[in-house]
């Protein structure tokens, strides 16, 4: 079979697609068809060397895949199930526990490849109706916001979400706070961005290019009250503006830092003052991913993807997700 692996020290020239046997099972695991993977900025990061990782390790945390072979002590899967992957395959309940915090396509090798044997546990069933390139969207992007905006933030009908840029977590929350009956402002640099962000549900936009302290311009949309809910992916440049537009007791999900991992200034009394909550957010459980699932499989929900690639162009894909061309999810297609 065929799979990418990394060389270190990283960086795309180093991403070499490579012929290899096809993995054979313990008696607990399951071997998997990938059919699709999608590119999320932890990946990026693993693929420049900016996460370390082993020589040769094979990257991309996300898969829609199809069960082709089980093992002897196997239960929970028969074959032909239709499956998606768990980022913390590890991490099946309650509340995280470095122990349990192994990442796949970091810690351990995955979904770039054709086949991959994995534990039965890892895996969950794909939402109904969805094929294995839209479900291969959901493990890191879908549940991240799953996370943040149903377990820690209790969003609710009526209540405001802001979220930033137009990647796959971005878009993700603006669909799922839409469906929930919730009210989104939405910031991008892009005016042609932004009009695609009106057509999927948008009640506010902001450019922020032109507003770059939009945080005013959010206070100024929602009577000076600000937002019940911030969708933080930029990390140090944003999260001033972001404190500023929450309203008071509002939820902070903190969970990107596509501008910097530091914060540079910040009003820390205005955290405080403001009563508001901020959530460390990175993925979720696998009883979190199955309530998503649940969710899904009532839902009209599905993903916006942008760009597909095969799996030998993975470089190329990465350096789409560089450049932001791409406009919610960039997907790696493996196998029809």
Same mark, same amino acid.
């Given at each position: 079979?065929?799979?990418?692996?990394?060389?270190?020290?990283?960086?795309?020239?180093?991403?070499?697609?490579?012929?290899?046997?096809?993995?054979?099972?313990?008696?607990?695991?399951?071997?998997?068809? $990938?059919?699709?993977?999608?590119?999320?900025?932890?990946?990026?990061?693993? #693929?420049?060397?900016? +996460?370390?990782?082993?020589?040769?390790? $094979?990257? /991309?945390?996300?898969?829609?895949?199809?069960?082709?072979?089980?093992?002897?002590?196997?239960?929970?899967?028969?074959?032909?199930?239709?499956?998606?992957?768990?980022?913390?395959?590890?991490?099946?309940?309650?509340?995280?526990?470095?122990?349990?915090?192994?990442?796949?396509?970091?810690?351990?090798?995955?979904?770039?490849?054709?086949? +991959?044997?994995?534990?039965?546990?890892?895996?969950? #069933?794909?939402?109904?109706?969805?094929?294995?390139?839209?479900?291969?969207? /959901?493990?890191?992007?879908?549940?991240?916001?799953?996370?943040?905006?149903?377990?820690?933030?209790?969003?609710?009908?009526?209540?405001?979400?802001?979220?930033?840029?137009?990647?796959?977590?971005?878009?993700?929350?603006?669909?799922?706070?839409?469906?929930?009956?919730?009210?989104?402002?939405?910031?991008?640099?892009?005016?042609?961005?932004?009009?695609?962000? @009106?057509?999927?549900?948008?009640?506010?936009?902001?450019?922020? @290019?032109?507003?770059?302290?939009?945080?005013?311009?959010?206070?100024? #949309?929602?009577?000076?009250?600000?937002?019940?809910?911030? +969708?933080?992916?930029?990390?140090?440049?944003?999260?001033?503006?972001? $404190?500023?537009?929450?309203?008071?007791?509002?939820?902070?999900?903190?969970?990107?830092?596509?501008?910097?991992?530091? $914060?540079?200034?910040?009003?820390?009394? @205005?955290?405080?003052?403001?009563?508001?909550?901020?959530?460390?957010?990175?993925?979720?459980?696998?009883?979190?991913?199955?309530?998503?699932?649940?969710?899904?499989?009532?839902?009209?929900?599905?993903?916006?993807?942008?760009?597909?690639?095969?799996?030998?162009?993975?470089?190329?894909?990465?350096?789409?997700?560089?450049?932001?061309?791409?406009?919610?999810?960039?997907?790696?297609?493996?196998?029809?």
């Amino acid at each position: 079979m065929q799979q990418i692996q990394l060389a270190q020290p990283g960086g795309l020239e180093n991403l070499k697609l490579t012929e290899v046997e096809v993995p054979t099972l313990s008696d607990h695991q399951v071997l998997v068809r $990938v059919q699709a993977s999608s590119l999320n900025y932890h990946d990026l990061l693993v #693929a420049l060397g900016k +996460i370390p990782t082993d020589n040769n390790r $094979v990257p /991309l945390s996300d898969c829609g895949g199809e069960i082709v072979d089980i093992g002897n002590a196997v239960s929970k899967w028969k074959i032909g199930d239709q499956v998606m992957s768990s980022c913390f395959p590890n991490w099946l309940d309650g509340q995280p526990r470095p122990e349990l915090l192994s990442f796949i396509g970091d810690h351990q090798d995955g979904y770039a490849c054709e086949y +991959i044997a994995i534990a039965e546990t890892a895996l969950t #069933a794909t939402p109904k109706g969805w094929t294995a390139l839209q479900a291969a969207t /959901l493990p890191c992007a879908g549940l991240t916001v799953w996370r943040a905006l149903i377990d820690e933030g209790n969003l609710q009908p009526g209540e405001s979400v802001l979220v930033q840029g137009t990647g796959g977590v971005s878009i993700f929350a603006l669909q799922l706070a839409k469906a929930m009956g919730a009210k989104v402002i939405a910031t991008s640099s892009s005016d042609a961005k932004l009009d695609q962000l @009106r057509a999927l549900g948008a009640d506010h936009l902001i450019n922020y @290019r032109t507003q770059p302290q939009w945080g005013k311009a959010v206070l100024a #949309a929602t009577d000076n009250q600000g937002v019940d809910h911030v +969708i933080e992916v930029g990390g140090g440049d944003t999260f001033g503006e972001s $404190v500023r537009a929450a309203k008071m007791g509002g939820h902070i999900a903190l969970i990107g830092v596509l501008s910097g991992p530091t $914060v540079n200034e910040i009003l820390l009394p @205005r955290i405080f003052m403001k009563q508001m909550r901020i959530s460390g957010i990175g993925m979720g459980n696998q009883r979190s991913q199955q309530a998503m699932i649940d969710y899904l499989d009532q839902s009209d929900i599905r993903p916006v993807i942008s760009h597909s690639f095969e799996l030998a162009s993975l470089a190329e894909a990465f350096q789409l997700q560089i450049d932001n061309h791409h406009f919610g999810k960039i997907a790696i297609q493996v196998a029809e």
